[in-house]
Structures are given as structure tokens and as C-alpha cells.
């Protein structure tokens, strides 16, 4: 199974600054995913970062709003920009393993805008 | 479309006493994969089980066990003698095809001493 690390793993931010987080992965992967889960909510998909190609978004997310780099096979950002309190959520990083058949999740960041 | 259901939105019980999750999925592909995930307070994503479609054999891993019932489209998640630590949320969530995971809402499970 995969291991990833993901930092930090909160922060409390002011509001109109952005925050960028990291998500390192033990082994290289092709695809790895960022999740945000509201308060008290389930999780909701907000991009897929291929190595070498643009982020492909959900519906609802820009990139404006969550730039995400990923810059080789095991490493990947995303950065909340602009933020306001309704960004506050835990953003989850995740990668999928054995054919796309297995879902590893990153500890997660829990972000809160004040 | 894929879609996960998990009606209980949160469960209160007693120590010990036994406790089922219930999760109702829906996909048209024949090859699928179902999870569970735990989710502790401190906001990790706890990977617990994954069962593919083809696999109706039910699992137990101490006391925790698994229904898989593909007449009913059900996954349910049961924990025996349930514990404090067991308080958490719990996720079912489906990967189909070649798309990413479908998360139900989860459920709340509190266990009191």
C-alpha cells in the first residue's frame, strides 16, 4: 500500500491569503487525486493531477481558486487561494494503486480561515 | 451514474453492544469496487476494507465483519462489541470503471461507556 505524507496538517489562515499544501507519496503513481470535506460533510473531488499535464477540475472548482502542481510521480500541491472562512474544511490527497482498483488517502489538512 | 447511500446519518450506542452500518450502492458496470474508511476525529481517512464485485464472501477481521450482497446492492459494515475507540465516521464509498471513488455522506457512530 501506498504511504503518503501530507503537510501541514492544519493551519488557521487569515482570510484573503492562500495556503499552499504537499502531498508526498512513497512510490510513483500516475494519478493522484485532491478531495475537500466541508464540516460535517462527505467528501467532494476537486481535481485529478496527472504528472507532465494540467489538473483536470470537477465541476465547480477553477483553477484560479485551487492552483495544483505536480511537478514528478510521487509529489503534488495544491494551493487554496483568496481564502475565505467558507474554505475552511479538511483537503484530503489521495492516489489510487493496482490498476485504479485501490484508494490511499493522505492524513489530511485541516484549514481554517478566520 | 454512481451513487452510494448511507441512510444513517449517526448511530449512538453502548459499549459492547453490536453495531451495523448500512451502505446501498448503484452502478451499471459488472466490475466494481467497494470500500470502507474510517474517519477518527483527528481527520485521516482510515482505509478498512476493499471488496471487489466479483467477491460475494463475507469478511471478518476481528470484530469487525462485512455483508456483501450483490441481490440487494448492500455492503454492511457490522462492529461486535463495539469500543469507545470505534467512535468515528464511517464511509462506504464505490470505484467503477475508470473513474474515481463515489463517497456516501458517512455515518456518525458514537459509543458511550
Known amino acids: 500500500s501506498a504511504v503518503i505524507s501530507q503537510k501541514p496538517s492544519r493551519d488557521i489562515c487569515q482570510r484573503g491569503t492562500s495556503l499552499t499544501i504537499q502531498c508526498q507519496v512513497d512510490?510513483?503513481?500516475?494519478?493522484m487525486f485532491w478531495y475537500r470535506q466541508q464540516p460535517g460533510q462527505s467528501l467532494t473531488l476537486i481535481a485529478t493531477a496527472n504528472q507532465g499535464s494540467e489538473a483536470t477540475y470537477e465541476s465547480g472548482f477553477v483553477i484560479d481558486k485551487f492552483p495544483i502542481s505536480r511537478p514528478n510521480l510521487t509529489f503534488s500541491t495544491l494551493t487554496v487561494s483568496n481564502m475565505s472562512p467558507e474554505d475552511s474544511s479538511i483537503y484530503l490527497c489521495?492516489?489510487?494503486?493496482?490498476?485504479?482498483?485501490?484508494?490511499?488517502f493522505g492524513q489530511g489538512t485541516r484549514l481554517t480561515v478566520v | 451514474a454512481q451513487k452510494v447511500t448511507q441512510a444513517q446519518t449517526e448511530i449512538s450506542v453502548v459499549e459492547k453492544e453490536d453495531v451495523t452500518l448500512d451502505c446501498v450502492y448503484e452502478t451499471r458496470d459488472t466490475t466494481y469496487y467497494l470500500f470502507w474508511y474510517k474517519q477518527p476525529p483527528s481527520g485521516e481517512l482510515v482505509f478498512l476494507i476493499r471488496?471487489?464485485?466479483?467477491?460475494?464472501q463475507n469478511e471478518i477481521s476481528g470484530r469487525y465483519s462485512w455483508n456483501f450482497q450483490k441481490s440487494t446492492s448492500s455492503f454492511n459494515f457490522t462492529i461486535t462489541a463495539s469500543q469507545v475507540v470505534d467512535s468515528a465516521v464511517y464511509f462506504c464509498a464505490l470505484l467503477s470503471g475508470y473513474s474515481t471513488l463515489t463517497f456516501g455522506k458517512g455515518t456518525m457512530l458514537l459509543v458511550s461507556p
Open positions: 512510490s510513483q503513481v500516475t494519478m
Open positions: 471488496r471487489n464485485s466479483f467477491d460475494e
Open positions: 489521495s492516489v489510487q494503486q493496482g490498476g485504479g482498483t485501490e484508494a490511499f
